[in-house]
């Protein structure tokens, strides 16, 4: 997968503090939010379906995987 791969060590290379993925290929869509740490990519949530994810940064936004489609 070329978004927990490739991209992900290039976005962390360049210091890009928040990364999320979109992942609409399983039985309920998610969202993986992953945040810099010390220079490292961290996951720091998932959710799946309908669960409500509140992000303060990098901008304040409710997401909820299920209304993306």
């Known amino acids: 997968m070329f978004d927990r791969g490739r991209k992900r060590d290039v976005y962390e290379r360049f210091g890009i503090r928040s990364y999320w993925i979109i992942d609409v290929g399983q ?4 969202l993986t939010v992953l945040e810099l740490r010390r220079g490292r990519y961290a996951e720091v949530v998932r959710v799946l379906g309908d669960e409500r994810f509140s992000a303060v940064r990098p901008f304040p936004v409710t997401i909820v995987p299920a209304e993306l489609l």
């Open 27 to 30: 039985d309920k869509p998610g």
